[in-house]
Every structure is written in structure tokens, then in C-alpha cells.
């Protein structure tokens, strides 16, 4: 267990419809992130926050966005959501530090299907 | 473009052999490099790094090379048992200016046979 947190585990939905992921980093932990793992691909970055404040983007679609909230959870929003956005998303957290190679710890992910 | 590469989607080692699994990469900036192992319905577990000033790292059974000329790098875990069975993921970052992104490759999937 890396003490990080995803709900809901499973989520179906149809096209074009709204969702909206939940991350809880391990306790201490100030840094969020957010990864897409489609079918047979790697994990690809979205988006880091730290301490509440979005301090790296990667391929996130402007479909999608996310917030880190005071008590440092994290939700990662998807709009208007197409076939293509079926996937795992992981989130990840590490400590304060920022140092570049402080390691990221994963949570489960979210399983999200687009029907 | 898949800046990291791991060409292999799967390998099957013997218990008690060596498993070799292999990672290229062709972004020059690269200089940190990690590899994840993830069980079925869990995220990836960080296993071991390297920083681009060393050219192996080791920890236990598991020995990480990195061979910067050629953009390659691979895992050895020796000796292989049953509990390694898992997809691994390479993982690279460009750590200047404080980049923490994680460009990951599509994973192995490693059997180990009793």
C-alpha cells in the first residue's frame, strides 16, 4: 500500500458526459500528480500541483482540469468526454522537497470507461 | 514520439535465472532514470534509479546499467523468483530547472516460470 488514495476504483460513463476523480497523496506529501495510462501505452504526465498551486503541465486536453485543494487532495476533471478518453488514471504524490528525484508514489487508479 | 522505449512487451525467465529487461531512450536531456514494477489492479511501485553521473546502480537482487552513449539502459534481477512476476515500467526525467515529469516506456511484462 503507498498510502496513496483513487476513488472511485471503476467509473462508466458516456460520451459527453462530466466526471470527476479523486486523489488523497500520502500524509505529508505536498505534491500531486496525474498520469493517463491508455490501452497498451505508457503512462503519460497531465499535471503536477504543489501546495494548491499547478507548478507543471504535460498533454492534459483543455477538455480536462484539476485542482489541488487546502487539505492537499486532488480531483482531476474530464469534460465532454469522448471513446478516446477511456484509460487508468493514476495519481502519484511526493514529499516537499521538489527536489526532482524525490520519488513518486502511485495510488491504484481509476479505471474509467467512455461507452 | 515515444521517447522512451521498451521494445520487448514481454519476457519469461526461468526461477533462479537472470532477467534482463531493457530500456532505450532518445531524449538526450534525460539524466535521471527509474524503473517502476506494477501488479495487476495496483498503481507502479518505485524499484530502483540512476542519476546519469553513474553507470550502475544496485540494490539487493536488483541491478540497474545505464549506458548513456547509446541511450540505453536495463534491469537485472538476479535471482529471479515468482514474486517479480509483474509489468515494469521504465521511467525517464529531465531534472533540470527542477522538472519533476516522469516520461514513462509501455512496460514489460516479466513471467518468471518455477
Known amino acids: 500500500d503507498s498510502g496513496v488514495t483513487q476513488t472511485p476504483k471503476h467509473l462508466i460513463t458516456a460520451t459527453g458526459q462530466r466526471v470527476t476523480l479523486r486523489c488523497s497523496p500520502r500524509s505529508g506529501d505536498l505534491s500531486v500528480y496525474w498520469y493517463q495510462q491508455s490501452l497498451d501505452q505508457g503512462l503519460q504526465f497531465l499535471i503536477q500541483y504543489y501546495n494548491g498551486e499547478e507548478r507543471a503541465k504535460g498533454n492534459i486536453l483543455e477538455r480536462f482540469s484539476a485542482q489541488q485543494f487546502p487539505d492537499l487532495h486532488s480531483e482531476l476533471n474530464l469534460s465532454s468526454l469522448e471513446l478516446g478518453d477511456s484509460a487508468l488514471y493514476f495519481c502519484?504524490?511526493?514529499?516537499?522537497?521538489?527536489?526532482?528525484?524525490?520519488?513518486?508514489?502511485f495510488g491504484p487508479g481509476t479505471r474509467l470507461t467512455v461507452l | 514520439d515515444q521517447q522512451v522505449k521498451q521494445n520487448s512487451p514481454s519476457l519469461s525467465v526461468q526461477e533462479g535465472r537472470i532477467s534482463i529487461l531493457n530500456c532505450d531512450y532518445t531524449?538526450?536531456?534525460?539524466?535521471?532514470f527509474l524503473w517502476y514494477k506494477k501488479y495487476p489492479a495496483e498503481g507502479p511501485t518505485f524499484l530502483i534509479s540512476?542519476?546519469?553521473?553513474?553507470d550502475k546502480n544496485e540494490d539487493g537482487r536488483f541491478t540497474v546499467f545505464l549506458n548513456k552513449s547509446a541511450k540505453h539502459l536495463s534491469l537485472h534481477i538476479v535471482p529471479s523468483q515468482p514474486g517479480d512476476s509483474a509489468v515494469y515500467f521504465c521511467a525517464a526525467s529531465d531534472t533540470n530547472f527542477g522538472n519533476e515529469k516522469l516520461t514513462f516506456g509501455t512496460g514489460t511484462r516479466l513471467t518468471i516460470i518455477p
Open positions: 540512476i542519476s546519469s553521473i553513474k
Open positions: 502519484a504524490s511526493s514529499v516537499y522537497t521538489l527536489a526532482p528525484t524525490d520519488t513518486q508514489y
Open positions: 531524449n538526450s536531456m534525460f539524466d535521471y
